[in-house]
């Protein structure tokens, strides 16, 4: 069977200084809030470009604490709306209805399935007070009039990051594109921890502040809290771990670049749909966390590749609208987004495939 992902295969590369770092931590006795950790969002930020990085618990986290900030700080208060893309990971809403505040489902470009920016303002009302972007699958999702909208309307624009770190647009990378950005280093991310980890950027100094209090129990100086704060916090040995594979991202990404192209070169099924790249002349826009068919014959395509030794995924099957979760929204008509839920299918795409399995999975799908 060829793997959707392989995390033994990739991590083995690295296993040498994973174990390293790992028994200097152990025996260092000091496993939260220390020097790793500081090491680790130095260099995020400068990987980044962004004033500030703080490492938190998870992706889902990080994009809570952004928006729990700007409560905190006065910028937007319960019952505001976030417009967000209606196709996004349902952890993206999740960070928003947590906070009590409104998502405002609009649909994806019909052809790069990020948010349709051009849909944008006529969803925009009073109580509007950010623009989620999500750069889904690894491809940057931004414009000069997602820019000129937010400044028109006095928006901030928060970026869901948990997808595409690396990807660039215009030289800057995302994560320094916005107000703020939220990451997930979940296992399976191209910057991928050892268990559960997140961070957030920013160049805003007091949002930077407000979040790291918050995510420390409310404190920014122990035993004393000015917000009722979480418990979200990048461990030491998390930190360690992904301050060894950041060195090595801008790598994996490359990798994962070169094989979309292949299947993009080679994949000629009829039926196949493949991803489109919004900017042809970046090839830094797109980092292929995902790499995304659309089928009508999903389901019987899917099938047909487990039985030939080939594991696909569905990213995503229900979208967040149809969620009993979000019974509220079940009426809501969103035809992309549905179409895209009941099309969509993950190919595998990482540096654990070797040029046999790329060339079963290419035939494979062409005599489907």
Not at 159 to 165: K, L, V, Y
Request: proline share 3%; with cysteine.
């Amino acid at each position: 069977m060829i793997k959707f992902l392989d995390l033994q295969k990739i991590n083995k590369e690295y296993s040498l200084e994973l174990k390293q770092v790992s028994e200097r931590i152990i025996d260092s006795g000091w496993y939260l809030l220390g020097e790793n950790l500081k090491n680790f969002e130095s260099q995020l930020s400068k990987y980044i470009g962004a004033k500030y990085a703080i490492g938190v618990g998870n992706g889902l986290d990080a994009l809570r604490l952004i928006l729990r900030a700007y409560i905190e700080l006065g910028i937007m208060q319960e019952g505001d709306e976030i417009i967000v893309p209606a196709n996004t990971y349902i952890a993206t809403i999740l960070a928003i209805t947590d906070n009590r505040l409104k998502p405002v489902f609009v649909e994806p470009n019909v052809q790069t399935y990020n948010l349709n920016i051009s849909l944008i303002e006529r969803n925009i009302s009073k109580r509007t007070k950010a623009i989620m972007v999500v750069h889904l699958y690894g491809q940057v999702c931004w414009n000069r009039q997602l820019v000129e909208l937010a400044k028109k309307y006095n928006l901030k624009i928060i970026e869901d990051n948990a997808q595409a770190i690396g990807a660039e647009w215009n030289s800057i990378k995302t994560g320094a594109l916005g107000d703020a950005a939220g990451f997930s280093f979940y296992p399976g991310k191209n910057l991928g921890a050892l268990g559960d980890s997140g961070a957030i950027t920013t160049n805003n100094k007091k949002l930077a502040e407000t979040i790291k209090a918050i995510a420390n129990y409310g404190s920014s100086e122990k035993y004393v809290h000015d917000f009722q704060g979480l418990n979200s916090r990048m461990d030491e040995i998390q930190a360690a771990f992904l301050s060894v594979k950041l060195k090595y991202l801008n790598v994996e990404n490359d990798k994962r670049r070169k094989i979309a192209l292949l299947y993009l070169n080679t994949i000629k099924h009829k039926e196949i749909k493949l991803p489109f790249l919004e900017s042809n002349d970046d090839k830094k826009s797109h980092i292929y966390h995902l790499f995304v068919i659309c089928c009508k014959r999903r389901n019987k395509l899917q099938k047909y590749l487990t039985e030939k030794g080939i594991q696909t995924l569905i990213h995503y099957p229900v979208p967040p609208h149809k969620q009993k979760a979000y019974s509220e929204f079940n009426e809501l008509h969103l035809p992309i987004t549905e179409q895209i839920a009941n099309e969509c299918l993950s190919l595998p795409v990482g540096s654990h495939l070797c040029n046999e399995d790329l060339n079963k999975i290419v035939t494979t799908i062409n005599n489907f």
